[in-house]
C-alpha cells in the first residue's frame, strides 16, 4: 500500500502543476503524506488510518468531475481499500 500511495502522491504533484487543477489537490497531497507517514510507523494506528482515508474521500468527493476522472477514482478506491483493511 506505501508503493500505491507514493504514486498516487506523483501523480497528484503532477496533476497540480497543469493548467486548470483540481483546487483541493493542496489537501489531498497533505492528506496523503499524513496517511503514509502513519503507515510507516511500526505500528500505525488504524483509527488514524480511517480519519486520514474519511478525510480524503471527502475532499475527492468535493467535485464530481474530479472525483469520477482517472485520478479521483483511484484515490476513492485506495480510500475504499483503507478503509477495509483497517476497519
Known amino acids: 500500500m506505501r508503493e500505491r500511495i507514493?504514486?498516487?502522491l506523483a501523480e497528484t504533484r503532477i496533476a497540480g502543476q497543469q493548467p486548470n487543477a483540481y483546487g483541493?489537490?493542496?489537501?489531498?497531497?497533505?492528506?496523503l503524506e499524513k496517511i503514509e507517514a502513519e503507515l510507516e510507523k511500526e505500528t500505525p494506528?488504524?483509527?488514524t488510518l480511517i480519519r486520514g482515508a474519511r478525510a480524503l474521500?471527502?475532499?475527492v468527493t468535493d467535485s464530481y468531475p474530479f472525483s469520477e476522472s482517472p485520478l479521483g477514482t483511484r484515490l476513492l478506491e485506495l480510500v475504499s481499500d483503507i478503509v477495509a483493511q483497517y476497519k
Do not use: Q, S, T, Y
Not at 483541493?24 to 492528506?31: F, H, K, Q, S
Open 6 to 8: 507514493a504514486d498516487l
Open 24 to 31: 483541493l489537490l493542496p489537501d489531498i497531497i497533505e492528506i
Open 45 to 47: 494506528d488504524p483509527e
Open 57 to 59: 474521500g471527502r475532499v
